[in-house]
């Protein structure tokens, strides 16, 4: 079975102490009975963050906490998870020396980094499909000729670059659909460890991100929407607002079925506004689609917006 990455999340926790217990026995029940829906703690703020499948995925096991565990629960701002990828071939050479008394540190990494090709990216959702999928599609090859680097050292190498890929230089979400090669390096027969590799690489790809003229990816939705004939104009003003794109319109007796593409972040508080506009009559339902990449004024408004939480959490 295939199971869609998560496009929204919501940071929450248990109003007292003393529902805690109750909490956590929902939040695994929940995860047992769904596969697209995901918890994790983030370690900087310490939050537990839900994800799903969008706005009313996460509002339904949020009351179902209160109704079936008793739990109330204080709900955070909705995110949308975001992805960050490059767009061209990058070139790094890394050098972290460390020396401070006993056995310094000592690691070399040479390489390239380079977007990897839509059919590689099908290919790779294809195998990945029903697995955990906590690296994105970032692959890591070892183009090393003869022993520059010590085979033991090369796996330290590989966890550095993919923990490197979880947080993007750009706004902080993981990078995807990118392979990292290595062709070089220099290793120390006193001062180089794992520990050293892993570090290296880490910085290499820091070094190299830029470089590579990163974008940032959003989640787009295929929305279906079925309104009476009549809101029909109305309607598709309205997608356009959102910055949607229409893909197609059918009539069905006296209703018309619009289909489109819009983005995840633009259909918060949809269903609200949709009654409203079609008096109650209008429904949609909203599945995910893919990430796209973001125009150049949201890409800015985002990185600028990161850059400044960034600054008050130092």
Do not use: W
Not at 78 to 107: M, W
Not at 300 to 311: N, V, W
């Amino acid at each position: 079975m295939r199971v869609p990455e998560p496009v929204m999340s919501l940071a929450v926790s248990p109003k007292s102490r003393a529902e805690s217990a109750n909490f956590s026995k929902a939040l695994s029940r929940f995860q047992r009975e769904d596969p697209t829906f995901k918890v994790k703690l983030d370690e900087e703020s310490g939050q537990t963050i839900i994800s799903g499948m969008g706005e009313l995925h996460l509002d339904i096991y949020v009351e179902r906490m209160r109704r079936e565990y008793a739990c109330e629960v204080d709900v955070g701002e909705p995110r949308v998870n975001y992805r960050e990828c490059i767009t061209q071939k990058a070139s790094f050479d890394y050098l972290h020396k460390k020396q401070s008394g006993g056995s310094g540190q000592y690691g070399r990494v040479v390489g390239y980094v380079e977007p990897l090709t839509e059919d590689e990216v099908v290919e790779l959702t294809k195998a990945s499909a029903g697995k955990d999928t906590t690296n994105n599609n970032v692959i890591f090859e070892n183009g090393i000729i003869g022993n520059a680097i010590s085979p033991g050292y090369i796996l330290a190498c590989d966890k550095g670059f993919k923990e490197a890929s979880q947080t993007g230089g750009l706004i902080g979400h993981p990078v995807e659909n990118m392979r990292v090669v290595l062709t070089d390096g220099a290793s120390h027969a006193v001062d180089s460890s794992e520990m050293a590799f892993k570090l290296a690489a880490l910085s290499a790809f820091r070094q190299v991100y830029e470089k590579a003229k990163p974008k940032i990816l959003e989640p787009v939705m295929r929305v279906e929407i079925m309104v009476p004939s009549e809101f029909q104009g109305t309607v598709i003003g309205n997608v356009n607002r959102r910055k949607g794109t229409i893909l197609d319109s059918n009539a069905e007796g006296d209703d018309v079925v619009v289909q489109c593409i819009v983005p995840l972040k633009n259909m918060f508080g949809y269903s609200t506004e949709l009654r409203s506009m079609t008096q109650g009559k209008g429904e949609f339902t909203m599945e995910y689609s893919s990430h796209q990449p973001v125009t150049q004024d949201v890409q800015a408004e985002l990185t600028a917006e990161y850059g400044k939480t960034r600054k008050q959490a130092e």
